[in-house]
């Protein structure tokens, strides 16, 4: 008997997560352009990348697109987002999952390499607080071999500067309610239709157990994240890209 039962376009969602994202980040992807210019520039056209707290893997699809030679571990605990991901990418040897929780002292241990020659993220480890950040920032200095870059692209906050500050955050918000009054999905919205979705459903109730709502982190500012991965044993490390309310900080080991 033929299976008719419909199938998931998981491509759909992937493209999904990126608009919603967007609408938080509308240059988000020059952020990734510069991201991937660094990393030819710094290690080449081929490397081994592990794709930190990966999401969908918004990360590695553009890195194989520009770069068909790499590979990717993806790493994250989002149960809902590492369905869509491995859902996408299926079929694609050059990529490969990990769930792990990055707050765990054991974590590297479940990825497939010792090093690797670049760690990215997007977006993501705002939601630790800073001891933990901290921390982690040590264990990647022993994953990223040397020679190898380190790139996270995030919200840091100089609180220096409560004007600015201020200022971008309340034209940030103008935009963005233009936007959503015109029908652009929020997180909140996203991540109702995933509840909704027959192969998304029971993922997506487990991340709400693990991580209810939303986490809570913090956010320090660009020379707070310069001076801990110095402190971690990257020789290196600066902004090699921002937005008024972003930046791309790079460190090489």
Known sequence: MTDTAPTTDWATWQRSWDRQ???????????????LDMVEAVVGPEPRVLDLACGTGSITDRLLRRFPNATSTG???????????EGYFAGDERVSFVTADLKDPAWTRALPHDTYD????????????????????GQLSGIVREGGVFMNADHMIDETTPRINAA???????????EKAA???????????????????????RRYEIYGEHADGDMPSV????????????????????????????AVR
């Not at 605990?77 to 991901?85: G, Q, S, V």
């Not at 993501?124 to 001891?131: G, I, K, Q, R, Y």
């Not at 309340?170 to 935009?175: E, L, Q, Y």
């Open 118 to 137: 670049v760690v990215l993220t997007a977006t993501a480890l705002h939601w630790l607080h800073s001891e933990p950040l901290a921390a982690l920032y």
């Open 168 to 178: 971008e955050r309340a034209m940030r918000h103008v935009r963005m309610d233009a």
């Open 183 to 205: 029908g652009v999905l929020d997180w909140a919205d996203w991540w109702a239709l995933a509840a909704k979705d027959p192969a998304l459903a029971e993922p997506t109730a």
């Open 21 to 35: 994202q967007e609408w938080y980040m509308p240059d988000r992807e020059d952020r990734f352009r510069v991201m």
């Open 75 to 85: 790493v994250d605990l989002d149960p809902a987002l590492l369905t869509i991901a």
């Open 223 to 250: 020379r707070w994240h310069a001076d801990i991965l110095r402190t971690a044993g990257f020789a290196e490390a600066r902004p090699v890209w921002c937005s008024p309310s972003d930046t791309l900080l790079l």
